[in-house]
Structures are given as C-alpha cells and as structure tokens.
C-alpha cells in the first residue's frame, strides 16, 4: 500500500522539517510528499476551495484519504495502526493524508475525505502536524510489526 502526503505549502529547511525527515525517513513503504499552494490572495472561503482542488488533484483515483482535522475523530495509536491494517489487508492501493492550509480545509476535501482524523481539538501549525503525522504512521508501522517502539 503506497503511503502519500498532500499537503498545503512550502517547507523550508529549519526544525520542522528535520523532525519529519527523521520519521518520515523510517517508513517503508517510503511516504510520498505533494506539495501544494495558491499564490493568489484569495478570500478565506475560495482560498479553501482552491486549496481543496489542489490537494484532491494529487490524489490518486481510488486512493483511501484521510483529512487531518482538529474536528475529527480522536483515536488511540492502537486504533489508527488497526485502522490502516484494515486498509492495507482490504487490498487498499494509495492511502493519502490531506493536511489543510491556515484556514483548513475547503467543504470538498471534507466530502472525500474516508476519515477526518484528530490530533486532539487544538489547533497545530501546519508544518508540526506533517512531523506529527509522520511519527504516528512510524507508530503504526512498529505496532503492526510488534517492534517495541510502542509502550502501552
Ligand atoms: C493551522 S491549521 C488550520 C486551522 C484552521 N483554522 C481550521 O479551522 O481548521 C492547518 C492544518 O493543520 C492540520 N491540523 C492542525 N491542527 C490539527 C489537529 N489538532 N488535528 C488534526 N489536524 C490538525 C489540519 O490539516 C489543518 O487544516
């Protein structure tokens, strides 16, 4: 099961990013980054809307996807490793994870979306929540394996 992450936004080099290239490096299989971003200065809801087509246009057809939103649903380690083993085992092709923009994410993306996972109700910059995401698939991967990384 291929692993992408589409998300709005450049990173630049700095603290951020060396904390999702530790995790991210880990994963097998390797996670695919799709950078997105509307230059125009768009009012807060068309921004959304357009960020929305950006983020779903790199997502390929069929692909299970999982928005991260402070809204969604809070899950356990355990249950989102079990999560995506009832993906990969259902003969899931593409998991994708969307992650929004500084005014989140636009009505389409929440449509698509197969699940709108939390972590926690606050809000996080977005560039933390790439290194967030990162180490909890790192996570999954090691409980779906048994490897002692997981404590419980
Ligand atoms: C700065 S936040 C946007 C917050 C925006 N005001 C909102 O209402 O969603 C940017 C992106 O980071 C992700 N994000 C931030 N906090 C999150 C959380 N607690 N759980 C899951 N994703 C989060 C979401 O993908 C969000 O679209």
């Known amino acids: 099961m291929r692993l992408l992450l589409a998300a709005v936004g450049k ?6 990013l060396d904390l999702f290239s ?6 097998s ?32 057809s069929g692909a299970v996807v999982v ?11 355990p249950e989102l490793a079990e999560k995506i083993r009832g993906w990969r085992d259902g003969g899931t092709q593409d998991l994708a994870f969307l992650i929004g923009g500084a005014d989140g994410h636009g009505d389409m993306v929440r449509a698509r979306a197969d699940l709108l996972l939390s972590f926690g109700r606050l809000t996080w910059p977005h560039m933390l929540v ?6 909890q698939l790192w996570r999954s991967q090691a ?6 990384y997981h404590r419980t």
């Open 143 to 148: 409980i779906l394996a048994g490897h002692p």
């Open 29 to 60: 299989p390797p996670l695919g980054l799709r950078e997105v971003e509307e230059k125009r200065p768009l009012a807060s809801a068309q921004l959304k809307a357009r960020e929305a087509e950006l983020l779903l246009a790199v997502v390929p």
């Open 22 to 27: 530790q995790y991210a490096k880990r994963l």
């Open 130 to 135: 790439r290194a967030l995401l990162a180490e």
């Open 11 to 16: 990173a630049k080099a700095g603290p951020e």
């Open 67 to 77: 928005a991260l939103d402070e809204r969604g649903k809070d899950m356990t380690s």
